[in-house]
């Protein structure tokens, strides 16, 4: 008896369990921002803790990955959602993984020294300028091509992990312009307003892109059953709260 009772318990204990959802993201505020010393944080992670609140049949927790690693990591299975992508980034070709509705837009802009001879047109002949950017991102003014051999080899580029880095580059004058995403660029003004005095931002976009989840079609969760969970977590009043503190509503 005592034997039956045990198998039953751990029966229980087993159907009880919920399955482990991956959720694939990188360095890329201010969705991820993965500074040293500090844990993971943004509005990935804000989800992610809403997606475990708000339901009890899978836990979903957070896979780093790195902007040039995500493709082999996701084609490898150590992941099963990615959040905030553009298909346009390296997906089109990739038939494992499928996209959600629209979730939000963003985009990329070049900025520069305000105090410089050339105004706006500082951002004409990219080919001709010291471009700083972040490693494994995909930029249209390069096609979309995010090789560092070949933007090496057509740009004066520097590639770095960090927007901060990047736009410390501009302000000591060791490139002539960076390009950042362009929410990140307004919570960096909004932290650092004195900012806006010594910094040109351009005019037109790099790349303006809709944003949204991916996830794998081998994945235990599925794509409409992670619509409703997802659509439920994006209507609490912590990710709203979230999205406006980031100017992403």
């Known amino acids: 008896m005592k034997y039956l009772i045990a198998i039953l318990l751990f029966s229980l204990s087993c159907a009880a369990a919920p399955l482990t959802v991956k959720v694939g993201a990188y360095d890329f505020p201010p969705y991820l921002k993965t500074e040293k010393g500090n844990k993971p944080s943004g509005l990935t992670t804000e989800i992610i803790k809403e997606l475990n609140k708000t339901q009890s049949k899978y836990k979903f927790e957070l896979y780093q990955t790195t902007p040039t690693n995500r493709y082999t990591d996701f084609n490898s299975g150590k992941y099963d959602l990615i959040f905030f992508e553009s298909k346009k980034w390296g997906w089109a070709k990739n038939d494992q993984i499928e996209f959600t509705k629209k979730i939000l837009l963003d985009g990329e802009v070049f900025v520069a020294k305000k105090k410089n001879e050339a105004g706006q047109d500082i951002f004409k002949n990219k080919k001709e300028k010291r471009i700083a950017a972040f490693t494994g991102y995909h930029y249209a003014f390069a096609k979309f091509n995010s090789d560092p051999k070949f933007l090496r080899d057509n740009f004066k580029i520097t590639l770095t992990e960090s927007h901060m880095d990047n736009l410390k580059l501009v302000l000591d004058s060791k ?54 969970l997802i659509n439920k977590a994006l209507r609490s009043k912590r990710v709203k709260q979230i999205l406006r503190e980031h100017n992403l509503e």
């Open 175 to 228: 490139v002539d312009m960076a390009i950042v995403t362009y929410s990140y660029l307004m919570n960096y003004l909004q932290q650092y307003p004195a900012m806006e005095k010594e910094l040109m931002i351009s005019y037109n976009f790099d790349q303006r892109y809709i944003l949204q989840f991916g996830i794998s079609k081998k994945s235990k969760l599925k794509k409409q059953e992670f619509a409703r």
